[in-house]
Every structure is written in C-alpha cells, then in structure tokens.
C-alpha cells in the first residue's frame, strides 16, 4: 500500500489537505498535492504517478480537457473529483481517460475505498510469477492476452486504457453469459454503486469502439434488454 504514488490535483487547499490527511492515516505515505494543470503535467512528466484524483474545474484549465493530456504520458488511473453530476459531464470525462468519478461533497473514506479498490485488482498481477501457460481468449476478429495485457483486433494491436481492459477481460473470462451492470460494477470496480449506471455504459461503448466491426452494431458485446450486456463466443467453423 506505501508504495502506491497518489496525486491530488485541485486548487481548493482545504480539500486537499483533508484528503491527503486521511490517506496518511489510512497508510497512504506517498502523496503529493498540485493546484494547476500546469504544475500537474511538470510533476508527472518527472514523476512515477500510479493514482491522480483530479478535479475538473482548475484556475488554469479543464480537468477534461487535461485529462487527455495526460494520457498522452502515463496510464495512471484518473478519478475524478466533480460537481457536475449531468450525464454529459460524466460521459465527456470517460471519454478523455477518465477511469471513475466522486461528487462533490464527498466523504473522504469514500475515495480510500476506490484506491483500495483499484490495489486490489493490481494485485494478482504484481505478485503473480511468471505463468506456465498464457492466457489467451480467441474471438476470432480478436484476442485478448491476460498475462500481456494486450488487446489484437483484426491481427493488430490496439490501444486500451486499464479499466477498459480489465472490463473486457471479465467478458472473456465469461462468455456467453449475461452479466448485469451491477454484477460488472462490482466485479471490476470493485465496490457497490446503485446510483449510477453511466461508468459501465460509457465503458461498453469504449470497447465497442475497439472490437466491433460496427460499434454501432454490436455483434460480440451485445446488449439483452432488460437484462444487461453479453459477450458473444465466435463458433468456430
């Protein structure tokens, strides 16, 4: 848990200094603050950063917009922190690389239990020996490489941001079942959230855009009404 590097980017001092407080208490050692967008680009361009809580409205920039600049340096995973709570504000921040999203105001613990959250789905991997066998699952028009954490559509490897990945493979690894937003929120972000479905939603849509044909016509992530979403197997022929 020391060892997880946490950023908190917001111009609100009194904010940070809470949150930075209770992930000390909570056995968080390193975390540094920013209050710019300038400075948090200067800091993870010299940094290691695995978790940055950002705010969306900074003095100097967009927290969206700043978002995807900083994908274009590190896959760290971007929680964000908002007083926006309409749908667009939600799917704009998916869209630039956010990973998850708090409301403001917010209980302090609650952003403990998301990074907790995220160490435990990094842990199998950062203490795994080095498998015997890899752990492919074939689609035929892709494939997903578990031990690699790689993405082939159509013989080429594509780009996904860590959550994507991580909801996709949870799809491999259940084919042809049909799994609820519920079930998906839980088993891949790793905690309970009844009050908003737009985290899955927007994250379906991400990886349509990657493994569809036609993401507007789905064909291997498909959607049962009602229901929830399900990831078809190819028959091989």
């Not at 900083?70 to 921040?93: M, N, P, Q, S, W």
Request: proline content about 4%; overall charge negative; some cysteine.
């Amino acid at each position: 848990m020391n060892n997880l590097h946490i950023l908190l980017v917001d111009d609100e001092q009194s904010i940070t200094q809470m949150i930075a407080m209770v992930l000390q208490k909570e056995g968080f050692t390193n975390v540094h603050q920013v209050a710019t967008g300038a400075a948090t680009m200067e800091y993870i361009k010299n940094n290691r950063v695995d978790f940055i809580i950002l705010d969306v409205m900074l003095p100097d920039a967009n927290g969206f917009e700043l978002c995807s600049d900083i994908r274009e340096l590190t896959d760290a995973y971007i929680l964000f922190l908002t007083a926006k709570v309409k749908d667009f504000d939600v799917l704009t921040g998916f869209e630039r690389g956010g990973d998850d999203y708090v409301t403001k105001p917010f209980n302090p613990l609650e952003i403990v239990a998301r990074i907790r959250a995220f160490i435990r789905r990094q842990q199998p991997i950062t203490n795994a020996a080095t498998p015997i066998h890899k752990k492919l699952f074939d689609f035929g028009h892709f494939v997903v490489d578990e031990d690699r954490g790689e993405l082939i559509v159509a013989g080429k490897m594509i780009s996904c941001p860590a959550q994507v990945f991580l909801l996709l493979l949870y799809f491999c690894k259940n084919p042809n079942r049909i799994l609820s937003k519920e079930q998906l929120f839980t088993a891949v972000w790793g905690y309970q959230n009844d009050s908003d479905d737009n985290t899955v939603m927007v994250h379906i849509h991400r990886i349509r855009e990657r493994i569809e044909p036609n993401p507007s016509e789905p064909s291997y992530l498909v959607t049962v009404r009602g229901l929830g979403y399900k990831l078809v197997k190819e028959k091989k022929q």
